[in-house]
T-cell receptor, first 116, second 106 residues
Framework: DAGITQSPRYKITETGRQVTLMCHQT?????MFWYRQDLGHGLRLIYY???????DKGEVPDGYVVSRSKTENFPLTLESATRSQTSVYFC???????????????FGPGTRLTVL | KNEVEQSPQNLTAQEGEFITINCSYS?????LHWLQQHPGGGIVSLFM???GKKKHGRLIATINIQEKHSSLHITASHPRDSAVYIC????????FGAGTRLTVKP
């Protein structure tokens, strides 16, 4: 399917377990992002990637790990899940980000993660 | 204080009413985005603008760079417009407002 997809859409896990959320886009966009959305905070950037093998921290990176071995995939791993990581996670992509310009950002459908 | 502030937080309107949602930001930006999040959770980009005004159907977005303010207007509102509308600004990264929950009653 064309576009940006996330899997799983829903996940329940226990404290201390490792969880990986997958994100896949078919446009070959350079930039990919992971956000979390919590009541009262809006969307917050966890990590982003400007290209394959290039990643950088966002606003709330603690407790998360990312990798980008291929342009189209950007998995997010919670190495040891905590209750505070219960949230809705959105992946997004955009074509580019040249200085002084901006491109439309496309969002995945989201993954609802519950950590018990 | 958040870098991106939206008002109101919640808005209820009757079908057909003209709606305005406001966004103020406190940082330099390369662009401002208006996003729509439906009850199912999906987020779509409505507008991206760096100056002036854009129109798409019944939706109009304006931005005043000097005043660091943007507005999203919906004309002839309809129940299907019920959603959360999110303002976001692009800099080196993207910062989001908390969203405005709009409910349009028939």
């Amino acid at each position: 399917d064309a576009g940006i997809t996330q899997s799983p859409r829903y996940k329940i896990t226990e404290t201390g377990r490792q969880v990986t959320l997958m994100c896949h886009q078919t446009w070959s966009h350079s930039y990919m992002f992971w956000y979390r959305q919590d009541l009262g905070h809006g969307l917050r950037l966890i990590y982003y990637s400007a290209a394959a093998d290039i990643t950088d921290k966002g606003e709330v990176p603690d407790g998360y790990v990312v990798s980008r071995s291929k342009t189209e995939n950007f998995p997010l791993t919670l190495e040891s899940a905590t209750r505070s990581q219960t949230s809705v996670y959105f992946c997004a992509s955009r074509e580019g980000w040249a200085s002084g310009s901006a491109d439309t950002q496309y969002f995945g459908p989201g993954t609802r993660l519950t950590v018990l | 204080k958040n870098e991106v502030e939206q008002s109101p937080q919640n808005l209820t309107a009757q079908e057909g009413e003209f709606i305005t949602i406001n966004c103020s930001y406190s940082v330099g930006i390369s662009a401002l985005h208006w996003l729509q999040q439906h009850p199912g959770g999906g987020i779509v980009s409505l507008f991206m603008l760096s100056s002036g005004k854009k129109k798409h159907g019944r939706l109009i977005a304006t931005i005043n760079i000097q005043e660091k303010h943007s507005s999203l207007h919906i004309t002839a509102s309809h129940p299907r417009d019920s959603a959360v509308y999110i303002c976001a600004v692009s800099r080196n990264d993207m910062r989001f407002g908390a969203g405005t929950r709009l409910t349009v009653k028939p």
